[in-house]
């Protein structure tokens, strides 16, 4: 059973920073570019990052670049993202993806070619 699980949400000031991380199971991701998702109460989820299977390039939605950065350990199938100068904007669900169509092994910020999915973890900021 593939799975992949999000952890290190929770609640900071506004400011603040915090890492959030991805395990994969059941299968390795190692070819496959990976990616950071999120979705505000009454919004649409939207694309946040993803990251190459080398982890050599990297893409950003315009609204975090310069504050987050993506990476990965493909030793530990794990995905990282580390949030810094959060804003109260940031606050939503964060969900790691896996990206299985198209072109497999590079970025896309198209969630429809994201096939695995993990259960989200919460980020709240506050003022």
């Known amino acids: 059973q593939v799975q992949l699980v999000e952890s290190g949400g929770g609640s900071v000031q506004a400011g603040g920073s915090l890492r959030l991380d991805c395990v994969a199971s059941g299968r390795t991701f190692v070819g496959n570019c990976m990616g950071w998702f999120r979705q505000a109460p009454g919004k649409e989820r939207e694309f946040v990052a993803a990251?190459?299977?080398?982890?050599?390039?990297?893409y950003y939605a315009d609204p975090v670049k310069g504050r987050f950065t993506i990476a990965r350990d493909n030793a530990q199938n794990t995905v990282f993202l580390h949030m810094d100068r959060l804003r109260q904007e940031d606050t939503a669900v964060y969900y790691c993806?896996?990206?299985?169509?198209?072109?497999?092994?590079?970025?896309?910020?198209?969630?429809?070619?994201?096939?695995?999915w993990g259960p989200g973890t919460h980020v709240t900021v506050s003022s």
């Open positions: 990251i190459d299977w080398t982890g050599g390039t990297t």
């Open positions: 993806a896996a990206k299985t169509k198209g072109f497999f092994f590079a970025v896309s910020s198209n969630k429809d070619e994201y096939e695995y």
